[in-house]
């Protein structure tokens, strides 16, 4: 169910197919650890025939990258990418097009995209940081609806409604089952390797394994970026390759991490304030949260039996034993329900109580 986050699965590239579903759904999405797959899958169970196209040109590492750090350079494949959409979907006659993130969309292309597909209610939903990618905002107005997963961006852009992110189904069934035998960890944290959380983990999971914690650490980097930071980043200076892998893990071998921990080690992006897919994963597989985000006792998610935050640059190595120590709690099932891709996908598609 899900694919990396270089790497379209099969369905994904196939053409699109002429369907007698009642409803046609266009999701423009970074196919990012298979989450578009899920939303996809989520949407064709409410009826929609869903077509689907990246937000980018391609998943190479360099297009990425370059689109990170010179997206002019890049003008001439992006337009010619967005034309491509265009005229593939021209004929088409949308009830809903849905894009997520939309990093290199213009907003010629969405103008031209709603004149071809007049009845289509547009939504956009952001789940990065508007600070990290500003270009975003240009295509507000172009939307019906909007929705960020940031509250500081709610905040500071009151045209998007806050909207957290989801845990998909295989989280809720891992929250479901009854744990028979103990865990094999206590703490495992999964993630992409930013500057923060590389320096970071770099000093607290050693410090950790030392208070005789059992800890499962996992930091993914592409190769380009990894280079990168070595040449610019002073928090990796003297970083080996053998820390990183280059791959990601697989999406059973996540599930199985999680499911056999006490609890998972989240630290978010420093230029972001939502809650990151891993916070709400964990929430929907009912394991106990260490999270640098102080953010997250905002939300109705948090109870201090379940969620402990700690103070990037000094954790307290003491507190994080006797919250791991301690019984969690479980919360109200109104509450789970409420960060479920199936609570997320009525939201934006507007069919909250239907």
């Given at each position: ?14 053409p699109?197919f ?42 190479s ?16 494949l ?11 979907t021209?004929?088409?006659?949308y ?6 993130n939309g ?27 508007l600070?990290?990618y ?36 295989p989280?809720g069934e ?6 028979t ?29 030392g ?22 980043s002073p ?14 893990l ?25 809650l990151?897919m891993?916070?709400?994963e964990?929430?929907g597989?009912?394991?106990?949260l260490?999270?640098t ?16 935050v ?8 003491d507190?994080i034993g006797?919250?791991l120590a ?29």
């Amino acid at each position: 169910i899900y694919t990396t986050e270089d790497t379209l699965s099969l369905h994904d590239a196939l053409p699109i197919f002429v369907t007698t579903a009642a409803r046609r759904a266009l999701l423009i999405c970074a196919p990012f650890f298979g989450y578009h797959t899920h939303i996809r899958e989520g949407l064709e169970r409410r009826g929609y025939a869903v077509d689907y196209r990246d937000d980018r040109p391609s998943q190479s590492l360099v297009v990425k990258a370059t689109l990170r750090v010179r997206p002019s350079t890049l003008t001439g494949l992006t337009d010619a990418y967005l034309a491509k959409i265009l005229d593939e979907t021209a004929t088409r006659d949308y009830d809903l097009i849905l894009v997520i993130n939309g990093r290199t969309l213009t907003p010629s292309f969405l103008q031209v995209l709603r004149a071809a597909h007049p009845r289509a209610t547009v939504v956009l939903y952001v789940w990065d940081a508007l600070t990290l990618y500003p270009q975003i905002l240009d295509l507000a107005d172009l939307c019906d609806r909007r929705f960020t997963f940031d509250s500081a961006d709610a905040q500071a852009h009151p045209e998007f409604a806050l909207l957290p992110l989801f845990y998909a189904s295989p989280y809720g069934e891992i929250g479901a089952r009854a744990s028979t035998t103990p865990p094999a960890y206590d703490i495992v944290s999964i993630c992409t390797a930013h500057e923060n959380r590389y320096a970071l983990l770099r000093d607290l999971v050693p410090a950790l394994e030392g208070r005789g914690l059992r800890v499962f650490s996992f930091m993914y980097l592409d190769w380009l970026r990894f280079a990168y930071y070595r040449l610019r980043s002073p928090a990796f200076s003297g970083a080996h390759r053998r820390e990183f892998s280059f791959r990601p893990l697989s999406a059973a071998q996540t599930l199985a991490t999680i499911a056999n921990t006490n609890a998972a080690l989240d630290i978010n992006h420093e230029a972001q304030t939502g809650l990151t897919m891993r916070t709400i994963e964990t929430v929907g597989a009912r394991r106990k949260l260490i999270t640098t985000n102080p953010h997250v006792t905002t939300y109705s998610l948090y109870d201090p039996a379940n969620v402990l935050v700690i103070d990037p640059t000094q954790p307290d190595l003491d507190a994080i034993g006797d919250f791991l120590a301690h019984p969690s709690r479980a919360l109200d099932d109104t509450i789970y329900a409420s960060y479920s891709l199936d609570h997320w996908l009525d939201t934006v598609t507007g069919s909250e109580g239907a």
